[in-house]
């Protein structure tokens, strides 16, 4: 079954010439039946001389027939075996997730809150890069690296999955976050590293400036796109109270004018999500902004396979020219 393996037909249209074969069969049994007709004899001893072997074999020429034309079709559409390989190349691209879990990040203008919408989108934005090695930072009043860069998405998934507010002390460590980012990202050889920093508040803890913390991004060619999470105006946040959990509506507080500095400074891009599909499509955005550069070099090999058919198909021809002239015509007499 090998040999049959990547087989290609390059003139496929002479598989239409098929149709011969059961016009052949059927002409081959209507002139069969047309020069057959009945005589009366008053026993069968006359036709006992007949060796067996002919009543037998009587149909061998049009078989022969059948599968000669079979195989010389087959040789006429030209099989071919098709050898093809191909050499890429791809300039990588390593990403650090660098993602707010504060405590106003369960606010819930996004749904079902901003943490959990920033991890669910995110996890989608990390399953639709395959080839990247990929990183998650988590920060708060202080910052720690939640998962190295790895191509092994599942963990990183998992482990994405699994952070909550609360994990560390409370606040928003902005300069913290991205300063733990860009550490992971030093050791990389990647042509392109990324940061994607997601917070909904400004700077208020921490001992790094986030304007100091992007410096350092810049001088080692990190680029870092920032996203404000967070309705405009209020939003509604939950309050765990004697009478069960209460909502209040507090000022929305992101510190749009740090975060567009940080972008400006790298060469990246600010964005703000105000809601899921926002989000979303901020993330869809930074995909086609930082895809791989891919390069393919295609080899293809063709080697003709009608010999074999064609050969068959002659022998075939001279088995039934030599059968019907050597013992074939000898069973007759």
């Known amino acids: 079954m090998d040999w049959f393996r990547g087989i290609e037909f390059a003139n496929k249209g ?57 195989a010389l079709i087959v040789a006429l559409a030209r099989p071919q075996s098709a050898l093809s390989w191909q050499d890429t190349t791809t300039e990588g691209i390593d990403i650090v997730i660098a993602t707010d879990i504060s405590g106003s990040m369960l606010a819930e203008d996004l749904k079902p809150n901003r943490l959990e919408a920033g991890k669910n989108i995110a996890i989608d934005f990390i399953k639709d890069r395959p080839d990247d090695r990929i990183g998650l930072v988590v920060f708060s009043g202080e910052s720690f690296t939640q998962c190295p860069l790895t191509i092994d998405h599942d963990v990183l998934i998992n482990l994405f999955k699994d952070i909550t507010n609360g994990m560390i002390e409370d606040g928003t460590a902005i300069g913290m976050g991205l300063a733990t980012a860009v550490n992971r990202l030093k050791d990389s050889e990647a042509k392109s590293k990324v940061i994607i920093l997601l917070t909904d508040g400004s700077n208020t803890s921490g001992s790094i400036p986030p304007a100091t913390a992007a410096e350092i991004a810049k001088q080692m060619n990190v680029r870092v796109y920032t996203v404000g999470v967070g309705t405009k105006g209020y939003a509604p946040y939950p309050v765990k109270t004697p009478f069960g959990v209460q909502y209040q509506q507090v000022p929305v507080t992101i510190d749009e004018a740090t975060l567009s500095n940080i972008a400006k400074i790298t060469g990246g891009q600010y964005f703000r999500a105000t809601n899921n599909e926002k989000l979303r499509q901020i993330y869809q955005q930074i995909d086609k902004l930082e895809k791989a550069k891919i390069a393919v070099t295609q080899y293809h090999k063709k080697t003709e396979r009608f010999l074999p058919f064609a050969v068959l198909a002659l022998v075939l021809l001279l088995l039934d020219f030599l059968l019907k002239n050597t013992w074939f015509k000898g069973a007759l007499t």
Do not use: D, N
Not at 31 to 36: C, G, H, K, P, Y
């Open 14 to 70: 002479f598989f239409w010439l098929l149709l011969l074969i059961p016009v052949m069969v059927g002409w081959y049994i209507w002139r069969r039946e047309r020069l057959q007709g009945s005589l009366r004899m008053s026993a069968m001893s006359g036709f006992l001389k007949v060796k067996s072997s002919y009543l037998f074999l009587r149909h061998y020429s049009i078989v022969l027939k059948s599968f000669a034309l079979l």
